[in-house]
């Protein structure tokens, strides 16, 4: 039996995408995981359910992949 600490460490499979800036393209595929009360007409302002994380990642790419990360000021 698994420890709760073992299930939490392991690798997501899918994840929650909600109100992104632009419609996920291909649509056809990313409508098949809106949530049931989310509306068809307006995307963006739209949450998606397990999305597989293989397809969030071909979306960032698609976008020209991750952005670098901003150095953090000292104050």
Known sequence: MLAPADVLLLPAQT???GFPT??????GTWSTYLD???????PT????????????????EAH???APPIPR???
Do not use: K, T
């Not at 632009?22 to 649509?27: G, I, N, Y």
């Not at 302002?45 to 597989?52: G, K, Q, R, T």
């Open 45 to 60: 302002e739209s949450v998606y359910l397990n999305v597989p994380v293989a397809l969030v990642r071909d979306l960032i």
């Open 22 to 27: 632009r419609r996920p393209e291909p649509w």
């Open 64 to 66: 020209g992949g991750e």
């Open 15 to 17: 994840l929650e995408i």
């Open 36 to 42: 049931p009360g989310s509306e068809d007409d307006d």
């Open 73 to 75: 000021q000292r104050s």
